[in-house]
Each structure stands twice: as C-alpha cells, then as structure tokens.
C-alpha cells in the first residue's frame, strides 16, 4: 500500500513540473520567434523601402464598402520619388566615417584590446559609395517600385484607364529635382506598358510636366515658404538637442560593448550607414548589427521625432504651406464632377492627376487630411487641435506604441491616393459624389470623416479642407512687407531664388 501512494505522489508531482517546463520551452520559443521576427528594414524611417514597408497598416481598422453601383470617376496621386542612392553630402559622411573606423581600430591595437569584441567588417571597411562625386539620384530598386505602383494601380482601376493616352486626360507632374521626374518616368511607363508601339513592352511616350524650383508651390512649397526656411534654421539645433540623450545613451552602450571609442558622431554615422547598406544593399549584417532591436526603435524615434518637428504636426507652419497642393487635388474633383454633370464625351476631361515629389511634400499634405494622429479617428481631439492650429504632444518614446512612424508615412515611393466616386443618389438633396483615401494602397481612416476612409466630397471640404483655408499661401510664408517696398523685395527674393536654383538647398528626402 506504501509503494502504491507513491507512486502515485510521484505522478501528481510531474503533473505540474512537466506544466512548468512547458511554460518556460513557449516562453523561451517565442522570445526566440520575437528575435527572429525583428526585421530592421521595417524601422529605417523615412529611409526605409516601399515593399518592406507598404503592407504594414492599421490592424484595428475595418476599410469601407464602397457602395454598390460607386464607380471611381478621378484619381490623384501624391507620390514621393522612389529608393534612391545617398546624396554628396552623405556620400562625404559615409567617407569620413571610413577614416574614423581605421582611426579607431588603431587606437584599440594601441590599447591592446582584445579585437574578438570587435566586428570583423569594422576593419578596413570602406564606404560603398567612395569616390562618387554625385549623389541622390533613384536607383534600379526605386525604378521598380515606381513601375510596379503604375501597373498595380492600372489593375486596382481599369475604369480610370482605359483610354488612349493623352496629356489633358492623364497629367504627370514632378519637381525639377532628378530622381522626381525620374520616378514619374517610371511610374508612367508601368501605367502605360502594353499601350504603345515602342519595343517589346509596347511603351509609349507620355508628358511630365515640372515647375521651377524658384516658383513650385505646389510641390515644393518648402522651398518657396520663406518663413518655413527661418523657422527650420532656428529649429534644427533644438531638434539635435531633443536627440542627444538616445544618442548618448547608445554611445555608451556600444562602448562598453565593443570597447572602441565611440563619440556621438560616430553612432549618428553609423546608424545612417545602417540605414542605407539595409534599404538601398539588402545588408543587414554589418552596421545595424552593431545596435539590438530596441537601440534601434530609439534610434528609429529620434529620427521620426525630426521628421514631425520639422515636416508634420510639430508646427502648423509645416503643413499649412501646403494648401495650394490640396486646394489644386480639390480642384481636379470639382472638375471631375463638372465634367460629369455636362456629360462631357470620353476624352474630353481629366481622369488622373498624378504627381511626384518629396517626403517634405507627402508628410505635410498626410497632415493636412488629418492622418497618423494618436486616439480615436472616430472623436479625435488631436484633430481638433491641428485645425484650430494648437502644438500637439510630441509622439511617445519607445517601448510605447505610436502612430506616428516614418517607415509608414513616408517610405520611399510613399504615396496618397484620392479617389472620386460617382455613386446613384436617388434622393437628390444627398451628395452624390464621394472621397476614398488610400495610403500606401490601403484605406486610411480620416478624422474629419468620422474615421472612416469614404465619405461624401462636401463633408471632406467641409471638415478637411475648408478649416485650413483661413490663410492663404503668400500670408503664411511670407514676412510682412510695408507696401511700398513689397513688390521690391518680392523682386530681388524671386531673382536670389532664381539664382541658386541650381543648388540642392539640403540634405532633401
């Protein structure tokens, strides 16, 4: 009887061991599957490629049904230019990062340190861009996203088109800057493959139209906004201060990781190394292994940090001198519908207006529609607060959540689309033309429509639009000038603008 209770002692006591060591072999699996899920290229900011980025999106978020019957009846697009290589100024960067690795090493030799600590590639490493005397121009990988963006939204909407190209129908616009009408180039010959007579792919020549950089309000109003310019020169100092401490702290980190001496400098180069070998080379191995995953999201911050001072919500500034972009997107709807309403024969009116620019463009027009607010979409104050043009909080510090993210607002070939729906109303005192907002080919909820992606088009000018229309684009960026010397200086600020305007004013996205 003796040996029987046991015996069955024992099997009670394995019973909760055996419960036990499962509970720590699944909490080990998935710290395990949580490391392995990490994948860099999905934390590079604004740096970061549209196919590694493009299908992250509001898990919470229900899209709309568009009703039965809608048809889209005009579309525009707001894009930014496509993967692109570093600029001079980074490629100097990237070079001078070289000479401080060797510098580096030879003091660890010097100080006798064990280099098994030290990264092998660390050694010797030179930048991949040494000796490139021009920079900032789209690559093969943005070629392909900008083609592939111009078939996938032929095939999202065939209605849109289906007619024979031409300019009136079909307006293609991009800055004077090389890798914008670059990525409209490539954009256009996807959209159109099949449709011509040129080579195997069929392609046809089609119009891209650019503005001077001296003038382009519509797409480079940053560059045009003289009170944006003085407020981005007193800002940025301020903004490196905010970022000093997650550098500081990374500094030391990699220090007593690696024992080289590492200065601030040196982590802000090498993450911007990271960024580049892993969007631009598919090489994650050697600069952004130097950082773990949460190093990363802090260094991620600092940069999404900038971009919403000095790009989004940080200043109403940012954003409200890009009304004349939205302003000329409602234009094209009113048309649209005008055409319609005449019943204007097919090839008579605008079905697409399709446009290629910067982040500094797509960050600010995503503000000015409302969109990556923290809180509800439903009843969001922040909202609220962007259109009385009140400073929000800043967005939240890793390992809170934050909707604000560069990677998804503004990847290279980042993009928003506005469709125009024509939908049956048998009930003539209700609107009969609706608003679909895409980001990134997904539907985004939009604050001022209830916080959903459809609503009619005089709720969208209503609650979106009409609120930034307080000020029009010359009052917001423009000093104050007494009248009689106004046009004088006007003058002379468009002849200095005209002058440099062959000069990359800064390190643009």
């Known amino acids: ?53 493009k299908e992250i999106a509001n898990g919470n978020f229900i899209p709309s049904k568009v009703p039965e019957g809608c048809v889209p009846t005009h579309l525009n697009l707001v894009a930014r230019h496509g993967t692109r290589s570093p600029t ?18 030879k003091d660890a030799r010097r100080r006798n340190l064990h280099l098994e600590r030290v990264p092998s590639w660390l050694d010797g490493w030179k930048s991949p861009w040494q000796g490139r005397l021009k920079g900032g121009e789209l690559i093969s990988k943005g070629e392909e996203e900008l083609y592939d963006l111009g078939l996938k939204i032929r095939e999202k909407f065939p209605s849109l088109f289906d007619e024979e190209y031409h300019p009136n129908i079909y307006t293609i616009r991009a800055t004077q800057v090389p890798r914008a009408s670059a990525s409209a180039v490539a954009f256009g010959m996807g959209l159109f493959s099949g449709n011509g007579s040129l080579g195997p792919g069929k392609h046809r020549a089609f119009s891209v139209i650019s503005e001077s950089r001296a003038s382009d309000i519509m797409l480079r109003f940053h560059d045009c906004c003289h009170n944006y310019k003085h407020f981005r020169e007193k800002q940025e100092p301020a903004v490196n201060k905010l970022k000093e401490p997650v550098l500081n702290e990374i500094t030391s980190a990699l220090i007593g990781r690696y024992g080289l001496n590492f200065t601030r400098q040196d982590i802000s180069s090498l993450w911007f190394l990271c960024k580049q070998e892993a969007s631009l080379l598919d090489i994650t191995n050697q600069a952004c292994s130097l950082f773990g995953p949460s190093e990363i999201m802090l260094l991620e911050w600092t940069d999404d940090l900038e971009a919403y001072i000095l790009k ?74 962007i259109q009385k043009e009140q400073p929000l909080q800043l967005p939240p510090k890793p390992p809170q959540k934050r909707t604000w993210r560069g990677s998804t607002l503004a990847p290279f070939a980042g993009n928003n689309m506005l469709i125009l729906y024509s939908c049956p109303a048998q009930d003539k005192s209700k609107s009969k033309h609706f608003v679909q907002v895409l980001h990134n080919e997904h539907p985004i909820p939009m604050p001022g429509c209830d916080g959903s992606d459809f609503c009619s088009f005089e709720v969208f000018k209503e609650k979106i639009v009409a609120p930034h229309q307080k000020h029009d684009y010359d009052t917001v960026c423009n000093p104050k000038q007494e009248p009689s010397s106004g046009s004088i200086y006007q003058m002379f600020q468009w002849l200095f603008s005209l002058s440099k305007g062959d000069k990359q004013p800064r390190d643009e996205f």
């Open 88 to 105: 001079k100024k980074r490629i100097r960067e990237l070079d001078n990062l070289s000479l401080r690795l060797e510098d580096l090493i």
């Open 312 to 385: 989004g919500y940080g200043n109403s500034l940012n954003y409200r001198m890009g009304l004349p972009l939205l302003e000329d997107v409602v234009q094209s709807m009113e048309q649209a519908i005008q055409a319609e309403e005449e019943r204007r024969p097919p090839g008579s009116f605008e079905k697409a207006r399709l446009r290629f620019a910067h982040a500094e463009t797509i960050i600010p027009f995503s503000c000015l529609l409302g969109l990556f607010l923290d809180g509800s979409a439903v009843d969001n104050v922040e909202f609220k607060k």
């Open 1 to 53: 009887m003796g040996g029987g209770f046991c015996r069955v002692q024992s099997k009670r006591m394995k019973k909760p061991i055996v419960a036990l060591l499962m509970v720590i072999f699944f909490s080990a699996f998935n710290c395990f599957n949580a490391e392995e899920a990490f994948d860099v290229r999905k934390h590079l900011s604004t740096v970061s490629r549209y196919g590694a980025v």
